[in-house]
């Protein structure tokens, strides 16, 4: 369900009828979960925010970006250094904006795996949601890098019997093949017709997901592939609010870089890392 300072919303009429913002508004209209917000513009924002993470995942999914496992990941160097850690760092004087638009527009000139993927699409929407100005000020000092990740990102997770288009959700492979680390999961975007974007996977049902990661499981195994009920989203309402500031951001606290060199993990193994700052490498 849906609340707006405390009442309950019943109408998603605002939004044409067969638009994929009326969809994303249904199902969380019909979802036993509560999504609250204190205006019909922070609410608005979230939506329009879902419908970008949506179309983002769909033009990822579209371009020649390959999966590649960090010891092989790639940049433009143009815009990007790719550390020896496979992470691309910024390069100083280019502008963040450009720099994430082009990984869509030079798309074949790059490779990266899957918890990467997930970071990229979100900056993206993001981008397509607030403008190059805004998102330049917020975002000055990229490193792309498994799920590290901006602190005005506010990403967020947490466990859900339903998910939302524009969710991030976590395949699990728990007895994944020890020659093939790179599918011991796959981080994916709901779409709004029920299928999901795994980069390195394309766009599949779940249940296809599930087989094509059961294809990757050690010859000993015995439990099969599966969807966990584990959910990532960006900081919406946080984002609505510093998408309205004004003047310049003060300086922010960076969060240190974990590199773990595992691909595919999921956002709370990442934060499990993050809060364990002894496994904490050097930062590039």
């Not at 609340?3 to 605002?14: A, K, L, R, W, Y």
């Not at 969380?28 to 979230?46: G, H, P, W």
């Not at 929407?125 to 000055?140: C, E, H």
Request: charged content about 15%.
């Amino acid at each position: 369900m849906i609340e707006i300072s405390g009442v309950p919303f019943h109408s998603s009429t605002s939004w044409p009828a067969g638009s994929l913002e009326r969809s994303i508004v249904d199902q969380m209209m019909n979802s036993s979960a509560t999504f609250s917000y204190r205006s019909m513009n922070e609410q608005q924002f979230e939506v329009e925010l879902r419908r970008s993470i949506i179309r983002s995942s769909r033009m990822l999914n579209q371009s020649n970006a390959a999966f590649e496992v960090f010891e092989t990941s790639r940049s433009n160097p143009m815009y990007w250094y790719t550390t020896r850690y496979g992470g691309f760092q910024l390069r100083p004087g280019a502008r963040p904006s450009v720099a994430i638009d082009d990984i869509y527009r030079n798309s074949h000139m790059y490779g990266f795996e899957c918890a990467t993927a997930m970071v990229i699409v979100y900056y993206h929407a993001v981008l397509n949601v607030i403008g190059p100005a805004k998102f330049d000020q917020l975002f000055p000092d990229l490193y792309l890098y498994s799920w590290n990740f901006d602190p005005d990102l506010a990403l967020q997770t947490g466990f859900s019997a339903q998910f939302v288009p524009g969710d991030v959700v976590y395949f699990n492979n728990p007895q994944y093949h020890p020659q093939t680390p790179e599918w011991r999961g796959v981080n994916a975007v709901l779409l709004e017709d029920g299928t999901y974007y795994g980069h390195g996977m394309g766009i599949m049902r779940a249940d296809q997901m599930i087989a094509s990661l059961n294809e990757s499981r050690a010859p000993w195994a015995t439990q099969p592939a599966y969807l966990t009920n584990m959910v990532t989203r960006p900081g919406f309402a946080y984002l609505a609010s510093v998408a309205q500031m004004r003047s310049q951001r003060p300086e922010k606290v960076k969060y240190p870089v974990i590199e773990h060199n595992e691909c595919s993990i999921s956002f709370d193994r990442y934060v499990y890392y993050l809060n364990n700052t002894h496994l904490n490498g050097p930062t590039p």
